[in-house]
């Protein structure tokens, strides 16, 4: 996977790469879908959810840029696979799961890898402010479903110097987006890839 999938398309962090050869993939998805773990493709993980494929999970955490000191906030912790890649490098992993079964299969995979550096929140009160404030500011933040555009709230979570990873554009396709703080509070921001996400529900994203 990681050679056929991630070098040959152009990840090149090495402590990206070396984490994704570390991560069992397999262990996030449903038993009936262990073959496929390591296949490009997302794949359903229950609750109308998918955990994505491995390119662009690689390609958002390889935007980040991080170097193990940061503190991560990741909107929409899902299966736990891209929270165990970011626990692998980063210092300490803030995750909020608005789906309460997900979050709790996800923390059983983290435990199991004795990944003890994530924080994990469910957000399933409806009307739930996005992101995490009391912890904030964040030196990254990656939002790993679909947003009608960028929620200010996150920026204001974001230290300068920060970098932030989101999926932008409809509620059917998307266009990946990283925002970079600057020093003096500017933001620059760098269009990717096009993509597909699962919709960002929320204030902040679309109706349930």
């Not at 229950?46 to 390609?59: D, F, W």
């Amino acid at each position: 996977m990681v050679q056929d999938q991630i070098i040959a398309r152009g990840i090149s962090d090495r402590r990206v790469i070396d984490a994704m050869i570390k991560i069992p993939r397999h262990v996030f998805v449903e038993e009936a879908f262990a073959a496929q773990a390591y296949n490009d493709k997302a794949l359903p993980i229950g609750e109308k959810q998918t955990i994505s494929q491995p390119y662009i999970v690689a390609l958002m955490t390889e935007k980040l840029a991080l170097t193990g000191t940061e503190k991560v906030l990741e909107i929409g912790t899902g299966s736990g696979y891209q929270t165990a890649l970011l626990a692998s490098l980063a210092d300490r992993v803030y995750s909020a799961e608005r789906i309460r079964p997900l979050a709790l299969r996800a923390r059983k995979c983290l435990d199991s890898l004795k990944l003890f550096n994530v924080q994990l929140r469910i957000n399933d009160v409806e009307g739930s402010p996005i992101g995490w404030e009391e912890e904030s500011p964040f030196d990254a933040i990656i939002v790993t479903a679909g947003a009608p555009e960028v929620p200010y709230i996150l920026i204001d979570q974001l230290s300068r110097g920060g970098r932030l990873v989101i999926p932008v554009g409809s509620d059917s396709s998307q266009q990946l987006i990283t925002i970079v703080k600057e020093a003096d509070g500017s933001l620059v921001q760098v269009p990717s890839v096009e993509c597909r996400f699962v919709p960002l529900i929320g204030k902040h994203g679309w109706q349930a």
